[in-house]
C-alpha cells in the first residue's frame, strides 16, 4: 500500500516568504507527527495530531509556525515570515494509533515520509 | 539532560563483522519504548527494531537485535553480518508513556554514521 508521502520534495525560499509543507499520511492512520532535521542532526519534535483532538503543539519553536489537519487526512505545515535557521528536512510520520506503549509489538511504530527539504537563501 | 545519547558520531565495520551501536537513555517513566530507524544518504527514516521496556526479551529482526539492558538504561543496536547496504545513519529513539500533553512523540539521538568498509 501507499506510504506517507510529502510535497514539495525541495522547496527554495528567499528569506520573509511564506511556505506551505504538505504531508498525506497512510489512510487510516490516526496520529500525524511533524520533526524537523536539522543537517547532520537528529529529528526535533515539532506538532502533532491525533483524530480530532486538540493538537500536541509544544515543539513548535516560534509562532512563525502553524500546521493543520483536517481530520485524520492531509496536514499542511506553514512556516511564515521564514528565515534561513528554518533550512532544514522536515519529516511527516504517521502512525496507527498513539497510546500507551504496548508491549511485545512494534504497534507505536512511525511510518516516516521522505521529507521536505526547504533551503531559505 | 538529554534524553537519548549516542555517544560515537562514526563508526567503521568490515564487511560480513558485527557492530553494536551504542544509545543510552533518560526517563522516569516506567512504560516506554525504544526505537532504531535507518537513515541512508536518500534521507528516508526507516524503522528497524523496536523494544518495549517491559519485554524480558531483547528483540531482534532478522540481523538487527536490541541488546536492552534496563538497569543501565541502555538500548544498543547490534547488527551481525554487516553488509555494503547497511552504511547509512542510525538513530535510536525514544516513546515515553505520557509525555506533554500525552503525543508520544518520539525524542531521537542525534545519531551514529555508519560506514561498512569492503
Known amino acids: 500500500g501507499a506510504g506517507v508521502s510529502q510535497s514539495p520534495s525541495n522547496k527554495v525560499t528567499e528569506k520573509g516568504k511564506d511556505v506551505e509543507l504538505r504531508c498525506d499520511p497512510i489512510s487510516g492512520h490516526t496520529a500525524l507527527y511533524w520533526y524537523r532535521q536539522r543537517l547532520g542532526q537528529g529529528l526535533e519534535f515539532l506538532i502533532y495530531?491525533?483524530?480530532?483532538?486538540?493538537?500536541?503543539k509544544s515543539g513548535l519553536p516560534s509562532d512563525r509556525f502553524s500546521a493543520e489537519r483536517t481530520g485524520e487526512s492531509v496536514s499542511t505545515l506553514t512556516i511564515q515570515r521564514t528565515q534561513q535557521e528554518d533550512s532544514a528536512v522536515y519529516l511527516c510520520?504517521?502512525?496507527?494509533?498513539?497510546?500507551?506503549?504496548?508491549?511485545?509489538?512494534?504497534?507505536?511504530?512511525?511510518?516516516f515520509g521522505p521529507g521536505t527539504r526547504l533551503t531559505v537563501l | 539532560a538529554q534524553k537519548i545519547t549516542q555517544t560515537q558520531p562514526g563508526m567503521f565495520v568490515q564487511e560480513k563483522e558485527a557492530v553494536t551501536l551504542d544509545c543510552t537513555y533518560d526517563?522516569?517513566?516506567?512504560?516506554?519504548?525504544l526505537f532504531w530507524y535507518k537513515q541512508p544518504s536518500s534521507g528516508e527514516m526507516i524503522f528497524l527494531i523496536y523494544q518495549g521496556s517491559y519485554d524480558e526479551q531483547n528483540a531482534t529482526e532478522g540481523r538487527y537485535s536490541l541488546n536492552f539492558q534496563k538497569a543501565r538504561k541502555s538500548a544498543n543496536l547490534v547488527i551481525s553480518a554487516s553488509q555494503l547496504g547497511d552504511s547509512a545513519m542510525y538513530f535510536c529513539a525514544m516513546r515515553e508513556c505520557c509525555s506533554g500533553a500525552g503525543s508520544y512523540q518520539l525524542t531521537f539521538g542525534k545519531g551514529t554514521k555508519l560506514s561498512v568498509i569492503p
Open positions: 526517563t522516569s517513566d516506567q512504560s516506554y519504548g
Open positions: 510520520a504517521s502512525s496507527r494509533k498513539a497510546g500507551r506503549v504496548t508491549h511485545f509489538s512494534s504497534y507505536n511504530e512511525q511510518f
Open positions: 495530531f491525533q483524530g480530532n483532538s486538540a493538537p500536541d
